[in-house]
């Protein structure tokens, strides 16, 4: 089941997801505290297998273009490979094309993501090396349901 939390609830999922070994704070992202942005989780029960975000955001090669940016998915380990994050994703998308049809979406995909991405109608745009984090490919796609 998929509902709105709290970014303080995604915070643990993305740090052993996306930087394992790390302190907390390294899950904590400025973006988050954006206006509009929205925080999901996946609960089997009462316990949080995955969590993303979504906020708007602009597209540094698109300035003009309405984007949101997508980060911060993760799942559990040992619980992927169920469509948790895809559903997590696919809502987050029908979230940003809701308040913004016509816009992009657009995100950071580690090379071993870039499969899921593609998956849920996102193309390459161009391969980046984020500070501390390494290289990612940047990705797109429209808002569209």
């Given at each position: 089941m998929i509902r709105?939390?709290?970014v303080e609830q995604t915070w643990l999922l993305r740090r052993d997801g996306l930087n394992p070994g790390?302190?907390?704070?390294?899950?904590?992202?400025?973006?988050?505290?954006?206006?509009?942005?929205?925080?999901?989780?996946?609960?089997?029960?009462?316990?949080?297998?995955?969590?993303g975000s979504i906020s708007r955001h602009p597209l540094p090669l698109e300035p003009d273009a309405i984007a949101w940016f997508?980060?911060?998915?993760s799942v559990v380990h040992g619980q992927r490979s169920r469509g948790i994050g895809g559903q997590i994703l696919d809502a987050l998308i029908v979230h940003a094309a809701g308040r913004d049809p016509g816009g992009l979406a657009w995100c950071h995909a580690r090379i071993p993501a870039a499969g899921f991405y593609r998956r849920h109608g996102?193309?390459?745009?161009?391969r980046i090396d984020l500070p501390e984090k390494g290289l990612r490919l940047r990705m797109t796609r429209p808002l569209v349901l």
């Open positions: 709105e939390i709290a790390k302190p907390l704070p390294s899950a904590i992202d400025p973006r988050d505290a954006v206006e509009g942005a929205r925080h999901l989780g996946w609960f089997e029960g009462d316990r949080l297998l995955g969590v997508v980060r911060g998915m996102f193309r390459l745009l161009d």
